[in-house]
């Protein structure tokens, strides 16, 4: 979205604010203008994509989505306070350990906390909150979509940092900086409080054990407190200390105290599936390092040290033949060699096995106009662009080839679009901002 739409939505804001109403428990609050859940839903599903795509895409076992979507939408939304939003639940590709929600219903787990989760009671406390989070409207209060947009363009510029000059992109490693970022979707300490309770109520109101929310957070203390770097994300989006984790109890004990003895805490469903993803987590931890020795090489312009990396990813991709991470890192590295046919090969197999991640068709996009292929490279930069609508990178690319090609008005549009979603210091920006003053000076920058 535009700034200038942005800046129209805040300014207007001002006149808007009075009371809206918590859903959960009929209580009024401060806000910027009440949202409708239409407008809540489709705030959620427009920057969904972006998210998902900052964050290594979408984690390719669809049994696995399909077992954890039923506990997340059945049994745990469906049964809330606000059961009529249309809820969607996605797995993302990062070993980041992190789980989120946007607003309207948009729920998010990574693969990086699925691995350390010891049982399903776990995995439903831990979605119940985030579903709180949303029934409780915590994260449309204030500035909502504005804030949202800025969550990513934040993200981007992230991103952007590691793609060593915009006018020849090597390469990112998104999936391992990816959601650590999503700061500013901060919550404060009563909403998560609040979260926690509700957390409890749908997990038990979908026939889990309450008392193994306290497990999964004094989890995540243990990790902290050990210095896995993986959850400083999730706590920074949710702040967690031993208090918090005590009123869990105290609130299971005072709200549920008839609940009923046995109630769920695993499936033997549930615990193979978690086996195969602590698996596929020690080969991605071998990908992660092979894509920071990759971004390393890159930095040092050391092409030796590309070899061990791609041993290593080639290892993965024969580990797991269904991902395209790994090729999408195999074809980073023939790019990285100026071996754009090379790299153009792996990001075909790469788009082969999932046609809906941003990287794969950025990369091809790149290597195919390295190789003078401008037509397929702008179908892939437009693909890419409809993958992540809020990157500035293939509009600035897109920018480029309307130029080569002749056409100004086209890629004045793009320039301006690749402005828009750059923050204004970023290189990315700089230079579209130059390409932009030159065309309209007359003459190619
Ligand atoms: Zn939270």
Request: net charge negative; proline share 20%.
């Given at each position: 979205m535009p700034r200038a739409i942005i800046a129209a939505i805040l300014s207007l804001a001002v006149f808007l604010t009075g009371c809206c109403t918590d859903p959960v428990n009929g209580e009024s609050y401060f806000c910027f203008g009440e949202v409708s859940d239409q407008e809540e839903a489709a705030m959620g599903a427009e920057y969904a994509p972006s998210f998902i795509a900052e964050s290594g895409g979408i984690y390719p076992d669809p049994a696995l989505h399909s077992y954890l979507n039923e506990i997340v939408i059945d049994k745990l939304a469906k049964r809330s306070h606000r059961p009529d939003l249309p809820w969607e639940f996605h797995i993302l590709n990062t070993s980041q350990i992190n789980a989120f929600a946007l607003p309207g219903g948009q729920v998010f787990v990574t693969r990086g906390l699925l691995s350390k989760l010891e049982n399903e009671a776990q995995f439903a406390h831990l979605m119940g909150h985030e579903v709180g989070h949303v029934t409780h409207r915590h994260s449309v209060r204030g500035q909502g979509r504005a804030a949202i947009f800025s969550v990513l363009v934040g993200l981007v510029s992230v991103a952007e940092e590691q793609l060593l000059d915009p006018e020849t992109p090597h390469l990112i490693t998104p999936a391992v900086a990816g959601v650590g970022q999503l700061t500013i979707l901060k919550f404060s300490r009563d909403q998560e409080l609040q979260s926690d309770r509700r957390g409890v109520d749908y997990a038990v109101a979908a026939g889990?054990?309450?008392?193994?929310g306290k497990k999964t957070f004094e989890l995540f203390l243990s990790l902290k407190g050990g210095g896995e770097s993986m959850i400083e994300g999730l706590m920074s989006t949710h702040p967690l200390d031993s208090a918090r984790i005590d009123q869990i109890d105290k609130y299971v004990a005072k709200a549920h105290p008839d609940r009923p003895n046995g109630l769920a805490v695993n499936s033997t469903q549930f615990g193979g599936l978690l086996a195969s993803v602590r698996n596929a987590q020690t080969i991605y931890e071998k990908h992660d390092e092979a894509m920071a020795m990759v971004a390393q090489a890159q930095k040092d312009n050391n092409l030796g040290a590309l070899d061990t990396a791609e041993t290593m990813l080639r290892q993965c991709a024969n580990e797991l033949p269904g991902h395209a991470a790994f090729s999408i890192g195999l074809g980073a590295i023939a790019l990285t060699r100026n071996d754009n046919t090379g790299a153009e090969r792996h990001f075909d197999k790469a788009i082969s096995l999932q046609p809906n991640l941003f990287m794969g068709s950025l990369y091809r996009g790149v290597a195919r106009e390295n190789l003078q292929r401008l037509g397929p490279a702008k179908q892939d930069f437009e693909r890419a662009h409809s993958i992540h609508n809020a990157h500035p990178l293939p509009c600035y690319l897109m920018g480029k080839i309307a130029e080569t090609e002749n056409r100004p008005a086209d890629a004045t549009t793009w320039y301006q679009r690749a402005m828009e979603r750059s923050p204004a210091e970023s290189s990315i920006h700089t230079k579209a901002k130059e390409k932009l003053e030159a065309l309209q000076a007359g003459s190619p920058a």
């Open positions: 889990y054990d309450p008392l193994e």
